[in-house]
């Protein structure tokens, strides 16, 4: 037991990864779910966790080797008002019906559109859909009956805007042509009614004044930044400027309506006087693509161009507007994470934007989107359990930012602009220190700085540059502080890793081995040694006091990231095949590969506190969780013994009071002794009692019998238990003659590859013997 409890175990608890690239975005009637389209699969995600709870998805089934075209992308998809219905269109211009309760393909059947499917729709009661392809039709189908009820060619396509009327028993459906134009058609007879122009601009959205029998009138918005009120005779209403391109709208109720601009402004109109007040403060922070409303929560939806999903609470008189959810629907590459705040509640990341997402881990991963940076975020880093972070980038400019942990979102309290003169590729605080931090470049330059404090009153600081060098010949990839804060460490391209005076910066040594470049350098929390990885597929232990390798650690790939973790007893590290590996410092070994990832794992969040979780993050653009079980392994390893050997003792008393020997046999099956699984049957064996044996062996399930055949396995490479062997054997054999299907669930034709060579040993030694017997008595009679 002792061995159980030295080894760490690690294991994946949740893996956060993307569910939106673009697309067809629908809601659930209760509020509580978002159907999002990611190319060949729509996901189902809880609003609340940001996790997707179900995939519908469909692979064109090939010759075994998966390739992209085996992939039947979705086009487009719409979820029925009545929602129990989810309707995809592919690239094999096929159409599918899938029943959300089973999650199972209801309908199917061929779009005979020419091109394309870029727009499917149900009707208001959800028993006819409408799909418009790139070949500029529409074609209405009545999926119960399996037949298309009508087809409009007569318009400028194709349409990315289709609507059934609300009312069900209505028979129009209205169309946003290429032309800036809605259509509206009659789909029982068949005929245009009427046209509705007044766009100079492409059509974005419109929506109907109510979804009574009673609906008059319609609002339509486009990139000419107007609003139009329509009556549903094709007749314009009003006309209503809002100076903003739109893309999104719908009646708060049937005075007011909400509009959404693409340069992310939320506003109510009053229909009346017109009078427009902003309901959000975007500051441009966003633009939008999609607006979703939900009336039975009183709440709406954007969807950004940066495929991320904002839900928004509207108060009772629709004044305000209140940002409750923020979903990441794709987060690109990962290029950096790290725990802030002083209990380490908050993960900051950076990946391939210009912003920062500051997640909550207490409050299920909900997200707060950062601005400030005019390019992409590079590097991240905190002072441990503080609310300080420092950012910085492809813009040359590090950010000193305060976390105000209850609003959940950082405040900027310091900028420097200047700061480098080429892409900022890692930036470090001095260790459990929050005054003095160092950052270094692609140019290879070092600089060091110190942070103080410009106002007393609040919260204003000033970068003062306390020394910068030239540190190495080639892009600098890391640098981090020793413990004591007294040595800084680099790493380069240049396949060197150099120490540091962090006081006069004077050179201290040079760690020399690595025969490629050098990704990340760290400090032992506990020891005299520094950690390196590289290139060259190695992580490299180096003496502090002499600068000699003490140790090698082999990967199969580039590695890329190592952090010390319990204390410095183990080492966690990342590469370049998605792979995370923890290793024992002590033994050189690696205890435990960890598979989550698929691309490059660029970093690792470790918690300065006791907590048994940190995350890593990759270019594959997950963020994965990974939960540390060693207790739990120990624990079920003890608990797992305490009960074999309760079972053993219960066993053992069967055995001794010679009761109930079936019960006893099928224990010993189930723990696994052959031994004793033997005893019992020779047993009856020495009794003559083969029927006994027969009615054991008929009374056990495939599981047992398959049991049996593993300890007849055992049985048969000894001469001494071959009796026993043969005779369970049989009973086996005729069992299997009589029942087919037990032959597929015991793999008959591998028993017999196994038994057959000891079998043929026994029974010619068996002949042997007999021959030689005969001719013992042969002997003896003619004496």
């Known amino acids: 037991m002792s061995t159980l409890k030295s080894e760490k175990k690690l294991a994946a608890d949740t893996s956060y990864t993307n569910f939106y690239t673009g697309g067809d975005v629908a809601w659930s009637k209760d509020g509580q779910h978002i159907y999002c389209l990611n190319r060949n699969e729509i996901n189902f995600v809880n609003i609340l966790t940001g996790l997707v709870e179900h995939t519908y998805s469909v692979s064109i089934e090939g010759d075994g080797a998966f390739n992209e075209e085996d992939e039947d992308i979705i086009y487009a998809f719409a979820l029925a008002p009545t929602n129990d219905f989810l309707l995809t269109a592919h690239r094999s211009s096929l159409l599918r019906l899938w029943r959300l309760e089973s999650g199972k393909v209801e309908k199917l059947w061929k779009s005979q559109h020419k091109g394309p499917v870029v727009k499917v729709v149900f009707n208001a009661d959800s028993r006819l859909v409408c799909s418009s392809g790139g070949d500029?039709?529409?074609r209405i189908w009545d999926y119960e009956n399996s037949r298309c009820l009508a087809a409009f060619k007569d318009f400028a396509g194709p349409s990315l805007l289709i609507h059934f009327h609300p009312n069900a028993f209505k028979t129009?459906?209205?169309a946003a042509g290429s032309d800036n134009i809605i259509y509206c058609w009659n789909f029982h007879t068949k005929q245009l009614m009427y046209k509705m122009s007044g766009h100079i601009s492409q059509v974005t959205a419109f929506s109907f004044a109510?979804?009574?029998?009673?609906?008059?009138?319609?609002?339509?918005v486009g990139r000419d930044k107007v609003l139009i009120i329509w009556r549903l005779n094709g007749t314009q209403e009003k006309v209503i400027p809002v100076y903003d391109e739109l893309e999104g709208v719908f009646y708060a109720n049937k005075h007011e309506v909400i509009v959404?601009?693409?340069n992310g402004n939320i506003k109510l109109i009053k229909l009346k006087s017109g009078k427009i007040s902003m309901l959000n403060e975007s500051q441009h922070e966003y633009e939008i693509r999609h607006l979703l409303n939900n009336d039975n929560t009183q709440q709406l939806a954007v969807v950004t161009a940066d495929?991320?999903?904002?839900?928004?609470?509207r108060d009772t008189e629709n004044r305000n507007l209140n940002c409750t959810k923020q979903l990441i629907g794709f987060n690109d590459e990962i290029l950096?994470?790290?725990f802030l705040g002083e209990t380490e509640r908050f993960l900051a990341m950076a990946t391939n934007s210009k912003h920062i997402k500051l997640y909550d881990c207490e409050q299920k991963m909900n997200c707060k989107i950062i601005t400030g940076h005019t390019d992409t975020v590079m590097c991240l880093s905190t002072p441990g359990l503080s609310n300080m972070l420092l950012s910085a980038g492809k813009d040359f400019v590090i950010i000193l930012w305060q976390l105000?942990?209850?609003?959940c979102t950082l405040n900027c309290m310091a900028k420097n602009v200047s700061s480098h003169t080429a892409t900022i590729g890692c930036i470090s605080f001095a260790y459990g220190c929050s005054k003095a931090f160092a950052s270094v470049c692609q140019s290879g330059s070092l600089k060091v700085w110190n942070l103080k404090r410009v106002n007393e009153k609040i919260e204003e600081f000033q970068f003062i540059i306390k020394y910068a060098a030239v540190a190495h010949d080639k892009e600098v990839n890391c640098v981090t502080y020793s413990p004591n804060n007294k040595i800084i460490a680099t790493a380069s391209q240049d396949k060197l890793a150099k120490l540091w005076s962090a006081d006069n910066f004077t050179m201290l040594g040079i760690l020399r081995g690595h025969s490629k470049g050098v990704w990340c350098v760290r400090f032992s929390p506990a020891d005299q040694i520094v950690l390196t990885t590289s290139s060259d597929c190695s992580l490299r232990i180096w003496s502090l006091g002499n600068l000699t390798c003490l140790k090698r650690m082999q990967h199969s790939s580039t590695v890329l990231r190592a952090e010390f973790i319990n204390h410095g007893k183990h080492i966690v590290s990342t590469c370049s095949d998605g792979l995370l590996k923890l290793w024992s410092i002590k033994t050189s070994m690696c205890i435990q590969t960890l598979e989550g990832h698929d691309d490059r794992v660029w970093s690792l969040a470790m918690p300065s506190n006791s907590k048994m979780y940190f995350f890593s993050a990759a270019a594959d653009s997950k963020l994965i969780k990974w939960r540390d079980i060693t207790d739990e392994v120990n624990n079920e390893e003890i608990d797992k013994r305490q009960m074999q050997l309760l079972q053993e003792q219960t066993l053992q008393n069967l055995l001794n009071e010679s009761k109930n020997m079936k019960k006893a046999f099928i224990m010993a099956l189930k723990l696994g002794k052959p031994k004793m699984s033997?005893?019992?049957?020779?047993?009856?064996i020495k009794k003559r009692d083969h029927a006994g044996v027969e009615d054991i062996v008929a009374t056990l399930d495939t599981d047992q019998r398959r049991l049996l055949l593993d300890h007849a396995k055992v049985w048969v490479t000894n001469s001494r238990y071959t009796q026993t062997c043969n005779l369970v054997l049989k009973y086996l054999l005729t069992e299997m003659l009589v029942h087919p299907g037990l032959q597929r669930s015991l793999n008959s034709a591998k028993l017999i590859e196994i038994l057959m060579p000891y079998t043929q040993r026994h029974f010619k030694r068996l002949t042997t013997l007999k021959r030689d017997l005969n001719y013992l008595n042969f002997l003896v009679q003619n004496i």
Not at 678 to 684: D, H, K, L, M, R
């Open 136 to 138: 500029s039709n529409l």
């Open 172 to 174: 129009e459906i209205f």
């Open 210 to 220: 109510s979804q009574a029998t009673d609906c008059e009138f319609m609002s339509s």
């Open 260 to 262: 959404a601009g693409s």
């Open 307 to 313: 495929h991320n999903i904002l839900i928004f609470k």
């Open 336 to 338: 950096d994470i790290s």
């Open 404 to 407: 105000d942990d209850k609003k």
């Open 678 to 684: 033997y005893e019992i049957i020779n047993q009856y």
